[in-house]
């Protein structure tokens, strides 16, 4: 938030607390915006900044290569770094994933990553804007609940990290694996040694890609995409 230059971040009633003790430590004023039923003190309710005059912010002039974020790599190579990330960006890595994917308007994309990553921001839900499909945010992974939440949202596609995969796949099998509508997994990396028996358990194809928070969707096994 300090290397950001944060102006204010939107907070409920589990992280308004953490926030609170982070800004605190700040040199600049961080405004926390609640969506929180009851806002705590120094806290401002975001119905208030919706009834707020439309007038109190100037119009400014955007292009698609402004920069619309700053998202943070995980800091595999020292302190994390602040890629900016132009609107564009944004368009091109939702157009690509969503034609990778096969993605169409009656497509339902689940993802149970953070928001902060680049992979639910840039693919799951840029994907779904682009191509019309319906966004499902779950707020944690959880392997033994995994394919009943994909079953009770009918769930027809999802994204997952490598770590993902050998979770689910050391679940014991249930009716539930192969009960459900999904047709394609996207993520990376799957071992080499459960790849095929993944799919076959699952009843899907699994779509390995990779990419930076610097470059998404910079490379994926397109002869996957080519099938559907």
């Known amino acids: 938030m300090q290397h950001a230059e944060a102006a204010a971040i939107v907070v ?19 405004q926390r915006i609640s969506v929180a039923t009851t806002p705590a ?11 707020g005059p ?3 912010a100037p119009m400014v002039d955007v292009n698609a290569n402004h920069v619309a974020s700053l998202i943070y790599t995980s800091g595999t190579t020292g302190q994390p770094k602040g ?14 994933f969503a034609m990778r994917a096969g993605l169409s308007a009656a497509d339902r994309v689940l993802t149970v990553l953070p928001l902060f990553h680049a992979n639910a921001q840039f693919y799951s839900t840029m994907g779904a804007l682009v191509s019309g499909a319906t966004l499902i ?8 609940q995994f394919w009943e ?18 979770m689910l796949y050391n679940q014991p099998p ?3 694996d192969a ?50």
Request: hydrophobic share 45%; glycine share 6%.
């Open 174 to 176: 249930t009716p539930l």
């Open 54 to 56: 439309s007038t109190a």
């Open 12 to 30: 409920d009633a589990a992280t308004g607390p953490v926030v609170a003790d982070i800004a605190a430590q700040l040199s600049g004023v961080c």
């Open 149 to 166: 939440h994909v079953q009770h949202y009918d769930t027809t596609q999802f994204n997952f990290i490598g770590a993902m995969a050998r």
């Open 179 to 228: 009960a459900h509508r999904v047709r394609i997994a996207c993520g990376a990396p799957v071992p080499v040694e459960i790849s095929a028996d993944f799919e076959r358990r699952f009843h899907l194809t699994v779509l390995e890609t990779y990419g930076l928070s610097e470059c998404p969707m910079g490379t994926s096994n397109l002869t996957l995409t080519m099938s559907h």
């Open 41 to 51: 003190a120094g806290e401002i309710a975001w119905c208030d900044v919706l009834a």
């Open 137 to 144: 945010l779950l707020r944690r992974f959880r392997a033994s």
């Open 83 to 96: 890629v900016m990330q132009p609107h564009k960006s944004y368009v091109i890595a939702g157009e690509s």
